[in-house]
C-alpha cells in the first residue's frame, strides 16, 4: 500500500474544506480529496446567499438574535456569536478573493431578505451564489502552492495510533492509499441522500459522519434534519431548489386552487421559519391539495434576479411569470453532525471538522437560511488556525489494515428502500411507532451490506433514526406528531449516539 505523508489532509471540497485549505496552507502541506469531481458538492447547489451583518442598520447582535430565535432555544449562544461576529470580516476576505456579488445602483452590496431574518441581510450573486463562492475559492486554491486537490478519492477508515488520529485511508481505482499528516478535516457535507427527496448533491451520503463515528469521535444532534419547503416538484433526487429568496421577493405558497394558506400556520406567513413552512405544506399535502409557488407578482423580474432557476423552469416548460411553480418540501440540510468545539475540534485528538458535517452548536434545532455558507467560512478558518498547532504525531503506525472496497451500486434494491423508510417514517413529521419500525428495517438492511457508500448510509441513517427516537418532544426542525409540544427540560439535552446505535 502506498503512503503519502503531508501536514494536513481534508477531506471534501466545499466551501468549508476549501476556505480551510486555504488558511491551513500558511502552516504545511495540504491536500484535499473529494469523492466525485471538483464542484460536486452541496456549496455549488446554494443558490439564496451568504448571511452576514454588512447593512447600514444591521449589526452581528441582530444577527445572533434571529439565529437564536430560529434555532428554538437549541443554540449554543457562544458559538452563535463567534458565527455572527466573524461574518463580516469573512465576506471582506470573499471579496479579496474575487468573489463577485451583487451591488445596487448606489453601488452597495445588494441584500435580499430570507425567512425568519428581520431584516435584508443575505449577499448573493444572482441566483447562483454557492457557485460563485466555490468558483473564486477554487480558481484562490489553483494559484496558491503547497495544497493539492485529488478528485475521485473516497476515504475509507481513519487511521488511529494511541488514541490520535493519524490520517486517512482512501481509495481510488481500485488502488488504496494511506494519508498520513499532522490532522485531519472532516468537511464532508450533510446526508441529504439518505433521503427519498433531497436538494443535496450525490455524494452527500453522510460519509464525514461514518468515518468519525467508526473511529470513535462524538456524534450530536442528529435528530435535527432541515427540510427545505420549495424543492421543485419534478425530476427525481437531487430535487432542484427553488431558492427562499423567491419568496423575499415576494412570492407566495398557494394550494391548487390558487388560495394563500401561509398565514394560517404562522404570523410571518410565507418568510416563516423553514420547518414552519414545510410542516403546512406537509399538511396541505395531507388534504390532497397540491402546493405551488406564485412568483407572478415577479413578472419579468424573475428571470433577470433568478437566471439560474428560470432556465430550469423553462427547461421543465414552467413559465414563471405566467403560472405557479410545482414545489415540495426535501431534505436539505444536517443540522447536527460531528460534535467540535469553536475550533473544529473533536474528542480525538488530531480529528478536526467543520461545515455541514460539524455540529458547533451556531443552527440549535433550525438553521436560519443562508447561515450555512456562512458558517464554512467562519469555522473553516477557525479549523485551520487549530491545524497550525498540531505536532506531527510520533511513531507513525507500523501498520494499518486495507479494508476491503465495493462500489455503490445504484441497482440495490436496498437503497431505494432506505431512502423511502427514511422520507416516509424519519422525514417531516415523526411518530414514536413509526421511528420503532424504520429502526428495526434499517438494523435489518444492514446485514450482508458491503459497499461502504451504502453501509455508510444506513449506518448515519439509523444513528438519525435512534437520535429522533430519543428525543420524545418537538423541536424546531424535529417535529413528533407525539410529542408535538416543546419540553423546557429537553432544551439543552443532546444525544450522543454510541456503537450500541448501530
Request: contains cysteine.
Amino acid at each position: 500500500m502506498r503512503v503519502v505523508e503531508t501536514d494536513f489532509v481534508i477531506v471534501g471540497g466545499g466551501v468549508a474544506g476549501l476556505t480551510a485549505a486555504l488558511w491551513a496552507v500558511q502552516h504545511g502541506e495540504v491536500i484535499i480529496l473529494t469523492k466525485d469531481q471538483a464542484g460536486n458538492c452541496n456549496t455549488a447547489l446554494a443558490q439564496g446567499g451568504v448571511a452576514a451583518a454588512v447593512g447600514k442598520n444591521d449589526s452581528p447582535e441582530l444577527h445572533l438574535s434571529d439565529t437564536l430565535s430560529a434555532g428554538a432555544g437549541a443554540c449554543q449562544p457562544d458559538a452563535v456569536r463567534l458565527l455572527t461576529g466573524e461574518a463580516p470580516q469573512a465576506i471582506q476576505t470573499l471579496l479579496e478573493w474575487g468573489v463577485q456579488f451583487d451591488f445596487d445602483e448606489a453601488g452597495e452590496l445588494s441584500l435580499a431578505r430570507e425567512g425568519a431574518h428581520s431584516l435584508a441581510r443575505v449577499l448573493h450573486h444572482g441566483d447562483n451564489t454557492g457557485a460563485e463562492i466555490w468558483r473564486a475559492l477554487y480558481q484562490k486554491l489553483q494559484q496558491t502552492e503547497g495544497i493539492t486537490l485529488i478528485p475521485n478519492t473516497y476515504a475509507l477508515e481513519l487511521t488511529l495510533h494511541k488514541g490520535r488520529c493519524t490520517g486517512v485511508l482512501a481509495e481510488s481505482q481500485g488502488k488504496v492509499t494511506h494519508f498520513s499528516s499532522r490532522g485531519v478535516v472532516l468537511a464532508t457535507g450533510g446526508c441529504g441522500q439518505i433521503f427519498g427527496r433531497t436538494t443535496n448533491s450525490s455524494p452527500s451520503t453522510g460519509d464525514g459522519l461514518a468515518l468519525a463515528w467508526g473511529a470513535g469521535a462524538e456524534l450530536t444532534d442528529l435528530e435535527f434534519i432541515q427540510f427545505h419547503p420549495t424543492a421543485l416538484n419534478r425530476g427525481t433526487n437531487p430535487l432542484f431548489l427553488i431558492s427562499e429568496a423567491v419568496r423575499g421577493e415576494g412570492a407566495v405558497l398557494v394550494d391548487n386552487h390558487g388560495t394563500k394558506f401561509m398565514s394560517a400556520y404562522h404570523p410571518m406567513a410565507d418568510l416563516a421559519p423553514r420547518d414552519v413552512v414545510s410542516r403546512a405544506i406537509v399538511h396541505e399535502q395531507a388534504e390532497e391539495r397540491e402546493v405551488f409557488l406564485d412568483a407572478t407578482s415577479l413578472g419579468a423580474k424573475f428571470g433577470s434576479r433568478f437566471p439560474n432557476i428560470y432556465h430550469r423552469l423553462v427547461f421543465h416548460d414552467i413559465d414563471p411569470a405566467r403560472e405557479p411553480i410545482p414545489v415540495t418540501p426535501a431534505a436539505h440540510f444536517m443540522i447536527g453532525g460531528i460534535k467540535t468545539d469553536a475550533w473544529g475540534k473533536t474528542n480525538i485528538r488530531g480529528l478536526l471538522a467543520c461545515g455541514e458535517t460539524a455540529a458547533t452548536g451556531v443552527h440549535g434545532a433550525n438553521r436560519l437560511a443562508s447561515n450555512s455558507l456562512l458558517e464554512g467560512l467562519v469555522f473553516g478558518r477557525r479549523v485551520a488556525l487549530a491545524l497550525a498547532k498540531l505536532e506531527r504525531p510520533k511513531p507513525l503506525p507500523e501498520q494499518v489494515e486495507i479494508p476491503r472496497v465495493k462500489a455503490l451500486d445504484l441497482s440495490d434494491p436496498r437503497l431505494a428502500v432506505l431512502q423511502e423508510i427514511m422520507w416516509s417514517k424519519v422525514g417531516i413529521i415523526r411518530d414514536g411507532r413509526e421511528l420503532a419500525e424504520a429502526s428495526r428495517t434499517l438494523l435489518e438492511l444492514q446485514a450482508g451490506a458491503e459497499d461502504f457508500e451504502l453501509k455508510n448510509m444506513l449506518l448515519v441513517s439509523k444513528l438519525v433514526c435512534v437520535a429522533a427516537l430519543n428525543r420524545a418532544e418537538s423541536r424546531g426542525s424535529h417535529f413528533r406528531s407525539d410529542y408535538p409540544a416543546s419540553n423546557l427540560a429537553w432544551q439543552h439535552r443532546h444525544f450522543i449516539p454510541g456503537r450500541f446505535s448501530a
